[in-house]
Nanobody
Framework: QVQLVESGGGLVDTGGSLRLSCKAS????????MGWYRRAPGKEREMVAK????????YYADSVQGRFTISKDNANNTLYLQMTSLKPEDTAVYYC?????????WGQGTQVTVSS
């Protein structure tokens, strides 16, 4: 069983920045991929950013390309999402997820609210 714990969410003004963290209870070196997802009120969950651990490639949603950066700290089993130039439409619950040995694991989510 893998546990993922997100932190770093909060309330920020338009144009501001936040950094989300996701601490994993198991080595992230053993994942196939890890990523950040979000669900805004009344909308479907969407992929925000994803990293393939083995291939060292990152993917971003078009809506966040150039503003968000996904990164990881293998030694501390932590995934990050640096968010800059935040917009009100970025308001959502952000979830961390990872694929370990063919199984998806999800965190509990952290709220990000961007005021206009």
């Amino acid at each position: 069983q893998v546990q993922l714990v997100e932190s770093g969410g909060g309330l920020v003004d338009t144009g501001g920045s936040l950094r989300l963290s996701c601490k994993a209870s198991s080595s992230i070196l053993h994942t196939t991929s890890m990523g950040w997802y979000r669900r805004a009120p009344g909308k479907e969950r969407e992929m925000v950013a994803k990293t393939l651990i083995g291939g060292r490639r990152n993917y971003y949603a078009d809506s966040v390309q150039g503003r968000f950066t996904i990164s990881k700290d293998n030694a501390n089993n932590t995934l990050y999402l640096q968010m800059t130039s935040l917009k009100p439409e970025d308001t959502a619950v952000y979830y961390c997820a990872g694929l370990w040995y063919g199984r998806d694991y999800w965190g509990q989510g952290t709220q990000v609210t961007v005021s206009s």
